[in-house]
């Protein structure tokens, strides 16, 4: 079965950081573009973060770029998140999605994902 369980949420002062991990199992994800999503209560569910399938291509939502980084290590078919400058307006289900498309990171900003959803992780960030 496959499947994509993140780790890593939890609670965080504002200014705080926080590392996520997305672990696939199942099938090797070396050649999928991977990615994150969030969504806050009352909230549409929006893009964050999408890295190729070799990272020679990242993208990242206006809202943490120079504060995010995404990265993948592939050898342990694994996606990271590491969040810095956490803000409330961060709070938020974060999910990790794997896209069989391997160099689709601007196709991932759109929501449709062809491939896998992970059930998410939660991230709050106190004021």
């Known amino acids: 079965q496959v499947r994509l369980v993140e780790s890593g949420g939890g609670l965080v002062q504002a200014g705080g950081s926080l590392r996520l991990s997305c672990a696939g199992s199942?099938?090797?994800?070396?050649?999928?573009?991977m990615g994150w999503f969030r969504q806050a209560p009352g909230k549409e569910r929006e893009f964050v973060a999408a890295v190729t399938w070799n990272s020679r291509i990242i993208d990242y939502a206006d809202s943490v770029k120079g504060r995010s980084t995404i990265s993948r290590e592939n050898a342990r078919n694994t996606v990271y998140l590491q969040m810095n400058s956490l803000q409330p307006e961060d709070t938020a289900t974060y999910y990790c999605?794997?896209?069989?498309?391997?160099?689709?990171?601007?196709?991932?900003?759109?929501?449709?994902?062809?491939?896998?959803w992970g059930q998410g992780t939660q991230v709050t960030v106190s004021s």
């Open positions: 999605v794997a896209d069989r498309r391997p160099d689709s990171t601007t196709a991932l900003r759109t929501g449709k994902i062809v491939g896998y």
């Open positions: 199942g099938r090797t994800f070396s050649t999928y573009t």
